[in-house]
């Protein structure tokens, strides 16, 4: 009898779940769901709302964190200034998630970064120091450079400075002794400086 | 009859403070090591004991509520007391970090010689380190 070839059976493909599905599912009980929906709405513009409006809310850190992975892959003026108003959060958690999200998109952050300078809540200008400290964008250097010379806050100097500390160079120097003239009395930020001019 | 050196663990993302506050207890006759953020310091913690812990609020991969929450949980266990430094001074936060179990929130910049003062007082009982 000679060889009979059997049909191929079809492979088993995951059932393909949609952007609709997806969005739901970000409401599911099961914080696995949601984290898996987070994932999968990658690229998805419409999903944008959505993660942003959940992104406060959500109390399993698995899923924030899925969820500002999928947001700041967007990288989108819309997403940097849904993100940013996290940085005024009481909430600790998400403050540093949502720094960390934004210190990886630098596309649309560049753009937000004036006002963040300006906030009037030094808070939010420590936290900016924290997301330049890794926005990887050939502006980031200047501007925690003058966040050491204008600010008035000395925790914004002292970050900006923190922040500044693995690209400084004798470029620099002048820029941190004014900086501790500027604060006399903050022995913090004296030692930083002696520390960073080492 | 000596006393035995106190240990600190300093935890900070930024690099300056954990200089700065290192600096300032090694000059206070404590053994300080140094954790970058809240994971560190549970793993360090893990592995040695400490009579005081110095530790910052907002940090990657672990932050400074969480750590002091793991710190005081059954995983670690520590009764050493801890000292929260944050830059931050909203309303909530010093009750949030003595909710977690911190012996005391201190917004920067603090005084060196009150930081001092503060560590000597808190370790002046018969001490925890292993």
């Keep these: 009898m000679g060889l009979v070839r059997r049909k191929a059976e079809p492979e088993q493909q995951p059932q393909a779940v949609s952007s609709d599905d997806l969005m739901r599912q970000l409401d599911d009980p099961d914080p696995e769901v949601r984290r898996v929906a987070a994932l999968g709405l990658d690229g998805v513009a419409e999903a944008v709302d959505a993660l942003l409006d959940r992104v406060a809310a959500e109390d399993a850190p698995t899923v924030r964190d899925a969820m500002l992975t999928t947001l700041a892959a967007h990288d989108t003026d819309r997403v940097a200034a849904g993100l940013a108003v996290h940085l005024a959060s009481d909430d600790a958690e998400l403050r540093t998630a949502a720094a960390e999200a934004l210190s990886s998109m630098p596309i649309s952050v560049p753009a937000l970064v004036p006002r963040l300078l300006e906030d009037p809540d030094h808070d939010v200008r420590v936290m900016t120091a924290m997301v330049l400290a890794d926005l990887p964008h050939p502006e980031s250097l200047t501007w925690l450079a003058v966040m050491i010379k204008d600010d008035p806050h000395p925790n914004v100097v002292a970050s900006a400075i923190d922040a500044l500390l693995p690209s400084l160079g004798p470029e620099h120097t002048e820029l941190l002794e004014r900086a501790v003239r500027r604060f006399p009395d903050d022995p913090f930020l004296r030692f930083t400086v002696e520390a960073a001019l080492r | ?130």
């Excluded at chain 2, 909530?92 to 910049?109: C, E, H, M, S």
Aim: with cysteine.
């Design chain 2, 1 to 130: 009859m000596t006393q035995t050196q106190r240990k600190a663990l300093v935890v900070d993302d930024a690099a300056t403070v954990r200089m700065y506050h290192t600096t300032l207890l090694g000059d206070a006759g404590f053994e300080v090591q140094e954790a970058a953020n809240g994971l560190e310091a549970v793993e360090a913690a893990l592995a040695t004991g400490f009579d005081l812990f110095v530790v910052d609020v907002n940090m990657p991969k672990m932050n400074g509520y969480t750590c002091v929450e793991t710190l005081r949980s059954e995983t670690v266990g520590t009764p050493a007391p801890v000292v929260m430094i944050s830059t931050e001074d909203r309303p909530g936060d010093a009750d949030r970090a003595y909710a977690a179990g911190a012996n005391l929130y201190l917004v920067k910049p603090v005084a060196p010689e009150r930081l001092v003062r503060i560590a000597r007082l808190l370790t002046s009982g018969p001490g925890v380190a292993a």
